[in-house]
Nanobody, 118 residues
């Protein structure tokens, strides 16, 4: 099992930036990919971005391309999500997840709240 702890969320104004962090512990050697998801009030959780734990290849949802950047620091077992040019529609709880089985995310963090005021 992989234990994940997110941090870095907060209340910001439109146009601001944040860097979210996700620290992983436990069986990190089993991780294939790390992903970020978000869930806005009244909406389903949606995929934001993912990164390969070993090779570092990345993939983004169309809605965040060019504004969000996912990165990893394997030495620190930490994944980051740099979020720029925030808009009110980015308001959500942001979750990180680890994929230790190909094709699905098996471990989830508790989430960090991002609130963007207009």
């Amino acid at each position: 099992q992989v234990h994940l702890v997110e941090s870095g969320g907060g209340l910001v104004q439109a146009g601001d930036s944040l860097r979210l962090s996700c620290a992983a512990s436990g069986r990190t050697f089993e991780i294939y990919n790390m992903g970020w998801f978000r869930q806005a009030p009244g909406k389903e959780r949606e995929f934001v971005a993912r990164i390969s734990w070993s090779g570092g290849s990345t993939y983004y949802a169309d809605s965040v391309k060019g504004r969000f950047t996912i990165a990893r620091d394997n030495a620190k077992n930490t994944v980051y999500l740099q979020v720029n040019s925030l808009a009110p529609e980015d308001t959500a709880v942001y979750y990180c997840a680890a994929s230790t089985s190909i094709g699905r995310y098996t471990d989830w963090g508790q989430g960090t709240q991002v609130t963007v005021s207009s």
